[in-house]
């Protein structure tokens, strides 16, 4: 298969690498020169645009930050819709509003080239592992074509139904795990504050109703769950900003559809806050820093 990647930074860099180790030949293109720099060292050839890069290729893969991202490759004049040959298999794993991806599809059909939706779970240890979940939006016969290349990059590839709703997956998905660290944050907060020990507390939590991914393997508190980002300041975990960005995308995707999602708004605007004051590239648990000191957390006057 030959497989054009762009959009090669934490996340893209790191599956086009798996694609390479699984013996697939792709090639790369970037606007950031250390990304390409680093996609060439693992073997990956570079290219200097995207009409070159994509005119013989049977795969065109992107792995960007947003929508206008996306529309930029896919819509400009050097673009993916004008250079492509009619039968490519576009995959997009960008994390994006539906609305972005189905208008572009439909583009797409116009010149015989199929594109589908597929954003990821799992972050950067899990592209880097090849452990991704991908939430495909496609019919069946391009989700199964998808699936022979997503393989090489994830563990868990799910149809989730026609073009976009892989995106609807990943945006509600992540609504209520927003929410959910937010709770297990106040929670954790107030029971420290009422005098009980955060490991008791938690061990009632992870038996009892409360217990989720985020009071479990991603305890807010700090020692409570081994190796998350609680335990290293918040560090190298699942930025504050990103979560804000797919929080936001909730909003917009609700207000589309005139669907009301009270708790949403309301954690995107801490969220928010929490950008606001440069706490953006901590890991999005570190949300209850809005809840307790320093001190409190580690027990250690600061
Ligand atoms: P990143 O900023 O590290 O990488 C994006 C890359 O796209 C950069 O290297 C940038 O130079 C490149 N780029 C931007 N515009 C371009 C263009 N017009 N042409 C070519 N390259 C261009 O971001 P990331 O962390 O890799 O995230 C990528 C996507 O994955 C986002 O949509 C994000 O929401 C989603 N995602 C990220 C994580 C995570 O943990 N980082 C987890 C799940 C999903």
Redesign the pocket.
């Known amino acids: 298969m030959k497989i054009a990647f762009?959009?090669?930074?934490?996340?893209?860099?790191a599956m086009a690498h798996n694609l390479l180790k699984a013996q697939q030949a792709v090639k790369g293109?970037?606007?950031?020169s250390k990304?390409l720099q680093q996609f060439a060292a693992a073997g990956g050839e570079v290219y200097d645009s995207?009409a070159a890069l994509v005119a013989d290729v049977d795969v065109v893969m992107s792995?960007?930050?947003?929508a206008q991202?996306v529309r930029?490759?896919y819509q400009e004049d050097d673009g993916i819709l004008a250079h492509a040959k009619a039968g490519t298999l576009c995959i997009d794993?960008?994390?994006?509003d539906p609305k972005t991806i189905q208008d572009l599809a439909q583009q797409a059909q116009a010149k015989c080239i199929n594109l589908c939706d597929a954003?990821?779970?799992?972050?950067?240890i899990g592209a880097q592992a090849a452990t991704l979940t991908f939430m495909v939006g496609a019919d069946l016969a391009t989700f199964n074509a998808a699936h022979n290349v997503l393989q090489f990059m994830g563990k868990n590839i799910v149809h989730c139904g026609a073009i976009g709703t892989g995106q609807i997956a990943k945006i509600c998905n992540n609504l209520i795990l927003g929410i959910s660290m937010t709770a297990v944050a106040e929670g954790m907060a107030l029971g420290a504050k009422l005098g009980i020990d955060p490991q008791a507390l938690a061990g009632v939590i992870n038996s009892s109703s409360g217990h989720c991914w985020s009071s479990e393997v991603c305890n807010p508190w700090p020692g409570i769950s081994s190796n998350a980002p609680a335990a290293r300041d918040y560090q190298d975990g699942?930025?504050t900003q990103?979560m804000l960005?797919?929080l936001g995308l909730a909003v917009e995707a609700a207000a589309q559809a005139q669907q009301p999602i009270v708790l949403g708004a309301l954690v995107q605007q801490l969220y928010q806050q929490r950008c606001m004051q440069g706490h953006g590239r901590l890991d999005f648990s570190s949300i209850i820093q809005q809840y307790c000191s320093n001190s409190d957390l580690t027990g250690i006057d600061q």
């Not at 293109?29 to 950031?32: A, E, P, R, V």
């Not at 794993?93 to 994006?96: G, K, R």
């Open positions: 762009i959009g090669l930074g934490n996340m893209g860099g293109f970037d606007l950031n990304a995207i792995m960007l930050p947003a991202h930029r490759v794993c960008s994390t994006i954003p990821v779970s799992g972050g950067t699942f930025a990103l960005k797919d």
